[in-house]
């Protein structure tokens, strides 16, 4: 059975003050979740129906458990239920709680002996005596936990993934008497639950890990040049004598060197540092399990690693409480779905960790109109072209999001499609003050707003690794081995032959022509200019020579004349949209030219040689095809192209 909440706020300040939107959003939420009046009333639903519908089971001694989101949830809820059922005169309902540490509210601090008045450790003993029925948890006990009489279950928290399984399964105890199982949801899709159990269901199947990933995560961390193997050690032999109960002085004295030099990262670095050095620890935790590893070293770091992550954690930003600013004026709960979630027993993967492949091929994303007419058509929608932009908008602020890119960049498709719906919906929220109607409907419609997350993730993720390749440390680009993609392109030189140096301008046709494809692409695209075919750099010395001027710098004039070229051969409002920056490695220069996808279609002004060896200047359309550029001459291919990436 789920349940829907509907509520409203309004503001309960005269003054009209400003906060992040995003933090604002989420301390909206949390304010409704932990209101009085929102716990009240599911209380009296959990109370009520475990009364009237639970209590006899199993010969009178069921017992149902209350999964909550937070601590502070823990401690509400659980004040709550005591509160309605003393309210009904249910002396004979206890209730336990089960969180960990200490929780401050409204200047009254709780822990979980203080609640149940006795020790936390035995509170699964207790939980088994007659007297118990209810125990509230903020993550605790929702896996590993057997309790057989355990009959029902009113989750008021996000599940998803593992985490959906797992809790939901602390039911799946067998007990004499025990005729079945029962769950009450606040807050997740009987659909989506049943979409978790499906993986699961039937027969699971896991892709083969390639154990070489555990070496690439460790490398990773060495260009960060944090790590060194001396500190290593000594911090490893302090570990495994046994004797670190007595060594966190010393532990923490052999850390202070690699902490110090992670603290003089600039903040981008200690960010990226900081999500290799998780994956590396999570890496060798899974891997160490399931393989057998023979290099000591690799034991050491990990060691090592897993004590030095515990100091350079991101702090947590201090959260915000609008709870005297805002009031709750309307709330309606309402039944959505009573049945059971069967299961079909069909075949599902389970990713353990990511396996280092991309896909093959990139999905190709739709038009916009095509978005919208189907949004239309399935939803009963009047979407207007406001509407539109208003989408387009907040798909540009995930591609602008910085951790977005780095996602994009770093993961195939299918895994940075985890993250999206998170990203998505910061997202949306970020954009409230825009049009609001469209911007409710996709918080509160499900199916909407899956169907817009399926329709515009290739687009982010395609957008997000383009916006990535425009500022990121280049030699993430280059090889070898070659990393050329439908998003990046190589060009051993502008206008001279690579061989001999000579100039031949013609050249610069095939620069030209992928300039051009990437413009009239869905994501837009790199192209590094003096760099060879197998990634490594070629220099960009023999077209400074072409160009050279005495007293001016040969960087400023390539860069002025490329700037030209583009212009002359693309038209200013397409060039508008081409970037270009010069960066030296190992001594030799290369240009990056950085393409954003054109709003309309563009032809590329180039010269070709015929037969005859003359020079022929023609306009012509191109268009990007997996990892290469071609020309589209029929015309109504041409237009059967457009229409895929302007629409009609």
């Known amino acids: 059975m789920t349940y829907g909440t509907y509520w409203k706020i309004e503001k309960a300040v005269e003054e009209d003050p400003e906060y992040d939107s995003r933090r604002a959003g989420a301390a909206i939420a949390r304010f409704v979740t932990l209101h009085e009046h929102n716990l009240s009333q599911k209380a009296h639903v959990i109370v009520e129906h475990f009364r009237r519908h639970v209590t006899g089971k199993i010969g009178g001694k069921a017992k149902a458990m209350v999964v909550t989101s937070s601590r502070k949830h823990a401690v509400r809820m659980a004040h709550a239920l005591r509160k309605h059922a003393n309210a009904q005169g249910y002396d004979a309902l206890g209730i336990l709680v089960a969180f960990s540490g200490t929780v401050e509210d409204e200047g009254a601090t709780f822990t979980e002996a203080q609640m149940n008045g006795f020790g936390e450790r035995q509170t699964p003993r207790e939980f088994e005596e007659d007297w118990w029925q209810f125990l509230v948890v903020a993550d605790k006990y929702q896996t590993g936990f057997d309790q057989p009489l355990l009959y029902a279950m009113y989750v008021d928290k996000v599940l998803t993934g593992l985490a959906a399984v797992q809790t939901l399964s602390r039911l799946n105890r067998r007990a004499e008497g025990k005729d079945g199982t029962f769950v ?104 160490s399990q399931v393989v057998s590893f023979t290099d000591a070293g690799l034991e050491r770091d990990y060691q090592f690693c897993r004590a030095l992550s515990s100091f350079v954690k991101r702090g947590a930003g201090a959260s915000l409480d609008l709870g005297s600013e805002v009031e709750l004026t309307h709330l309606h709960m309402e039944q959505t779905f009573e049945g059971s979630v069967a299961l079909g027993a069909g075949q599902g993967i389970v990713r353990t960790i990511y396996d280092g ?96 997350r399926s329709v515009y993730l290739p687009l982010v993720y395609g957008r997000a690794k383009v916006a990535w390749q425009e500022h990121c440390p280049i030699g993430d680009l280059l090889g070898p081995p070659p990393k050329e993609s439908v998003h990046l392109e190589y060009k051993s030189t502008l206008r001279v032959r690579a061989d001999t140096g ?27 200019i003096g760099v060879a075919d197998d990634g490594s750099v070629f220099g960009l010395d023999s077209d400074y020579a072409t160009l050279r001027k005495d007293g ?22 397409a060039a508008v949209n081409v970037g270009q920056e010069i960066l030296s490695v190992s001594d030799r220069d290369l240009c990056r030219v950085h393409v954003k996808p054109s709003s309309f279609p563009v032809e590329a002004t180039v010269v070709e040689v015929d037969k005859k060896g003359q020079h022929i200047e023609k306009k012509l359309f191109y268009g990007r095809f997996g990892n290469g550029t071609r020309q589209i001459s029929d015309p109504k291919e041409r237009e059967r192209y457009q229409v895929q990436v302007w629409g009609n």
């Open 184 to 287: 009450l949801d606040f807050r997740n899709d009987a659909d989506a639950v049943r979409g978790e159990f499906e993986t699961y269901y039937g027969k699971t199947v896991a892709p083969p890990t390639d154990p070489n990933l555990l070496y690439d995560t460790r490398h990773a961390l060495d260009e960060y040049d944090v790590l060194r193997n001396e500190e290593i050690t000594k911090v490893a032999d302090l570990l495994l004598t046994g004797e670190s109960r007595n060594n966190h002085a010393r532990i923490h004295a052999a850390l202070a060197p690699a902490i110090d030099r992670f603290q003089a990262l600039q903040g981008a670095e200690q960010e990226n540092f900081r999500d290799a050095l998780t994956r590396f620890v999570r890496t060798y935790s899974f891997l």
């Open 357 to 452: 492949t991309g896909s093959t091929r990139d999905p190709e994303a739709s038009p916009l109109s095509r978005i919208i007419a189907t949004l239309n058509e399935r939803f009963g929608l009047n979407l207007t072209e406001a509407d539109r932009l208003h989408l387009e908008s907040i798909a540009q602020e995930m591609v602008d999001d910085e951790t977005v890119q780095r996602q994009a960049a770093a993961n195939s498709l299918e895994n940075f499609g985890v993250q999206f719906p998170k990203h998505f919906e910061t997202a949306v929220v970020d954009r409230l003050g825009g049009i609001q109607d469209l911007s409710y409907q996709l918080l509160d419609d499900q199916d909407l707003s899956e169907q817009v």
């Open 502 to 528: 000579e100039l031949f301008k013609p050249l610069q046709a095939a620069s030209l022509k992928t300039v051009a494809a990437f413009l009239n692409s869905w994501e837009g695209g790199t192209l590094l």
């Open 552 to 573: 001016k710098d040969d960087r400023d004039l390539f860069g002025l004349h490329l700037q030209q070229t583009f212009i002359n051969a693309l038209g200013e409002a």
